[in-house]
């Protein structure tokens, strides 16, 4: 019987690739996350497909997509000054309590206090404002287009590309494309995706690659094995660790992931291993 296989691909977009600004108006738009690297990591990803299309039977494509207005923006933040925060900087819950930082539309403070304590809480990533990325309906949100060529290739001949978006509840930081980082009980789309989780657990091998693998690769695997029926199930990904790179600063972030993976069970391997 034929294997069932799919490929994850994450975030893949212009806005993790490309050295540009696409946002430059917006506070913070000076910097982009463009992530060093990430060029050759997609590139080698298209390779695979491309020399073996009939491979995968899936394939499966995460979307950051974000409001220009969102908890992990500058713009949604103001210090006691009232200027607006730069990019890259920690923020914890007792900063908002004490005053350091209030959320630039007020009535969004209580919620967000609630959120910081939350990710503290449950032990997650401290939160961090990034320069303003993959902004709905501009250039930054849309697929790296090397990669979206070679996908629509695949899709003449063997299926439809799953779309996968995230993001988009300003309130709440989305790096897993399975759920937010804490859950909004008023917004399904931050809640578990057992779509995403059930298409990779009931396929037969499932490989994933993607931009970046210290925040949103690695937190997508965690939120898909995390939600598995069967824990042993982690034995059909495959990781790919010559198609990721981290965020710069994040490195050792990335290297324990891929080290958790393979004591887990996952199959840590090189894309051209499987050309």
């Given amino acids: 019987m034929k294997k069932i296989r799919t490929l994850l ?13 696409y946002t430059p108006s917006l506070p913070g738009g000076h910097l982009n996350l463009a992530v060093k690297g990430a060029d050759e990591d997609v590139r080698r990803m298209g390779d695979v497909i491309t020399k073996s299309m009939d491979y995968f039977d899936n394939i499966r ?16 933040w103001k210090d006691r000054a009232g200027k607006h925060p730069d990019p890259f900087t920690p923020i914890k819950q007792q900063d908002v309590i004490d005053g350091l930082l209030r959320t630039s539309i007020p009535g969004l403070n209580q919620d967000a206090i609630y959120y910081l304590g939350e990710l503290e809480r449950q032990g997650k990533k401290t939160h961090f404002l990034w320069p303003p990325h993959c902004i709905l309906m501009t250039p930054g ?8 060529q070679v996908l629509l290739e695949w899709e ?3 299926g439809m590309v799953d779309w996968n978006p995230k993001g988009s509840n ?3 930081e989305h790096f897993s494309a399975v759920s937010a980082e804490v859950e909004d009980v008023d917004d399904p789309t931050t809640k578990v995706n057992f779509g995403l989780v059930n298409a990779v657990e009931n396929s037969d091998e499932s490989h ?3 931009i970046a693998g210290s925040h949103c690769v690695s937190e997508t695997v965690y939120g898909i094995i995390n939600n598995f029926s069967d824990p042993a199930a982690i034995q059909k990904l495959w990781i790919w ?9 994040f490195e050792q972030v990335q ?7 393979r004591a887990r069970g996952a199959h840590v391997i090189k894309s051209t291993d499987l050309l």
């Fill in 9 to 21: 691909a994450v975030d893949v977009q212009n806005g993790f690739i490309h050295d540009i600004n």
């Fill in 61 to 76: 494509v995460t979307l950051d997509s974000h409001h220009p207005l969102h908890i992990a923006s500058p713009l949604y």
């Fill in 141 to 148: 949100q849309l697929i790296y287009e090397p990669f979206r």
């Fill in 156 to 158: 003449l001949e063997y």
């Fill in 170 to 172: 300003y309130k709440r």
């Fill in 208 to 210: 994933v690659g993607g």
């Fill in 241 to 249: 660790e010559d198609c990721m790179s981290p965020v710069p600063g």
């Fill in 255 to 261: 290297i324990d992931f891929l080290n958790d993976m």
